[in-house]
T-cell receptor, first 113, second 115 residues
Framework: DGGITQSPKYLFRKEGQNVTLSCEQNLNHDAMYWYRQDPGQGLRLIYYSQIVNDFQKGDIAEGYSVSREKKESFPLTVTSAQKNPTAFYLC???WGGGNTEAFFGQGTRLTVV | DQQVKQNSPSLSVQEGRISILNCDYTNSMFDYFLWYKKYPAEGPTFLISISSIKDKNEDGRFTVFLNKSAKHLSLHIVPSQPGDSAVYFCAASSVSGGSNYKLTFGKGTLLTVNP
């Protein structure tokens, strides 16, 4: 059953703590992405990776970090430097770039209290 | 500065009628456009796309029209069904411009199809 899996679905953290969101795909896609969605807003690109061991900053990378040590995995760490971390986080993967369909995970809702 | 704009936050139509969702863009480097559908608390799912070399692409009940001169695209759903009720996002990328990994999304339009 191919797909992209994000875990957990809901996550609560105290302010000042780093937290890592998991994203795994078994679609054999080269490219992976992290987006953030806030209420009434579109999806904004945090980081993307075109290939293993390579990643690029998106439009709102400040306060976030990623790694791409395996093709299947692209974890996102929300650091204490992120000023407004409470949001809905979406991971996606695709064969190639923006002219190919991106498959999204179910999302992780992070709440920082 | 929003490069992809969906100026209608919501749209309500009757079942069986046509739904028309609009999207405008400002970046002339965008050459590939996609529509995604999203249900609450779920990830978006791909619906249909169009390259700038075309002005129309059709897939079943869904048709996307592109007017490059006006920097405008629209998604037509005919006939609309209650299951189409969701948020629809327009997205764009610049494939020839080398930013093909960066999809820029609009804010979305909530479509409600009433039985």
């Amino acid at each position: 059953d191919g797909g992209i899996t994000q875990s957990p679905k809901y996550l609560f953290r105290k302010e000042g703590q780093n937290v890592t969101l998991s994203c795994e795909q078994n679609l054999n896609h080269d490219a992976m992405y992290w987006y953030r969605q806030d209420p009434g807003q579109g999806l904004r690109l945090i980081y993307y990776s075109q290939i293993v061991n390579d990643f690029q900053k998106g439009d709102i990378a400040e306060g976030y970090s990623v790694s791409r040590e395996k093709k299947e995995s692209f974890p996102l760490t929300v650091t204490s430097a992120q000023k407004n971390p409470t949001a809905f986080y979406l991971c996606a993967s695709s064969w190639g770039g923006g002219n190919t369909e991106a498959f999204f995970g179910q999302g992780t809702r992070l709440t920082v209290v | 500065d929003q490069q992809v704009k969906q100026n209608s936050p919501s749209l309500s139509v009757q079942e069986g009628r046509i739904s028309i969702l609009n999207c405008d863009y400002t970046n002339s480097m965008f050459d590939y456009f996609l529509w995604y559908k999203k249900y609450p608390a779920e990830g978006p799912t791909f619906l249909i796309s169009i390259s700038s070399i075309k002005d129309k692409n059709e897939d079943g009940r869904f048709t996307v029209f592109l007017n490059k001169s006006a920097k405008h695209l629209s998604l037509h759903i005919v006939p609309s069904q209650p299951g189409d009720s969701a948020v629809y996002f327009c997205a764009a990328s610049s494939v020839s411009g080398g930013s093909n990994y960066k999809l820029t999304f609009g804010k979305g339009t909530l479509l409600t199809v009433n039985p």
